[in-house]
């Protein structure tokens, strides 16, 4: 008999194409036929300019070509070089550092640390909670692990906030079946919707998860996923809420995945970190050989003149003012677009989920694939989730935001 498979039988599993590739190709295709100006490619995920090309920031550009080759050709030490992780801690951080023992483990981008987080953090066949709308990456990570995802009911739309008695429901239920948890939470500028856990509903979460903590003695881990942080309004505004975790107690253990990829528009240079937030020195120094080791098993180390680029900016206040600058003028910019599409929105009476800030506004919709598939007939390119449409105001220029609202309401 034929063979037509080899693949071991946990890897086996259906072939799904990558819807933002795929919608993202055909949206190139129509930019080609029709011409850039007729189509609003809103489906990437990268900061784009008004013409549709990748912006990055010149003084990181600059500083990593005038880099000597040894610096970019030399491996990295496998937890990352010492200067990059001291540094990641002040880039993510800032000044609001949490009071606990902190460390840090390079990875490449934020997708590492999620990687690491799930290997490390949860047993084979746990359930991992994360909000109904999520990045998809968190469920192909979670299977390709032997895990799966399970979600809580993100919003309320009647208060336009976050649903947190469902979130406290699916943490409660899921501690009575397993001994240990991982929640991922993407906050600030949340992927899809731009949101943000405010600060009240962070102190309601924060004084449940311990209480939680106290009341079963299992072990809670809270991954939070900040890839967009940088892009999330002041330092202040998007970093206020790591108060939060100042002197938590052993058995609650927070995670921050930070990335290099939208802050420091190093995308493809793969470079990232893994932090901790731990109760004493013996668990952070666990979370520190275990996220080696991990490092070590799948990829070695990372990328070196990536990780250069942030450590460098640490020590030289002109370099890091010049990436400062540049990330604060196409922050204006991001905010810009932002305000158009969600002012046009509300003059078209498109309903969308609650919006913070950040590279993505979603839209709630019935049917979004055949929503997303009429709007492609208007030459309009969005992303269709299981709940709704993304729209990508991080790649599609001000005047473009304000015209999406009205093309999309007229489908729904
Ligand atoms: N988390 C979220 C929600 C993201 O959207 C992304 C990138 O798109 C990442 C993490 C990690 O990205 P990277 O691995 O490029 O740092």
Redesign the pocket.
Known sequence: MAIHSMVAAHSKRPVVPDIIFGTSKEAQDAEAKFGKEAVINATI?ALMDDEGELIFFNSVMKHIREMPDAKLAAYAPISGIPDYLESVKHACFKDFMPKGYIEAVAT?????A?KHAVWNYTDMGDEILTANWY?A?YKTIAEEHGRKLRTFNFFNFETNSMDVPAFKAEVESLLKIQDRLLIIL?TPA??PTGYSVSDSEWTEVNAFLREKAAETGKKIILFV?V??IDFAGTAEASRRFFGNFDNLPENLLVLV?Y????GYTL?GM???AILCVAANQEIATEFKDVCSFSNRGAWSNGTRAAMHALADAYKDPAYLSAIETEREFFRALLDRRNNAFIEAAKEAGLRTVPFTAG?FVSIPCEDPMAVAAKLKEDNLFVIPLQKGLRFAPCAVSEEKCRKAPAMIKKYL
Not at 108 to 112: A, D, L, R
């Open positions: 995920g490449p981008g934020g997708t590492g999620i990045w990456p993407n949340h992927n996923d890839a967009y995945g990335s290099m990829s939208k995308y793969r470079c990232g590279f």
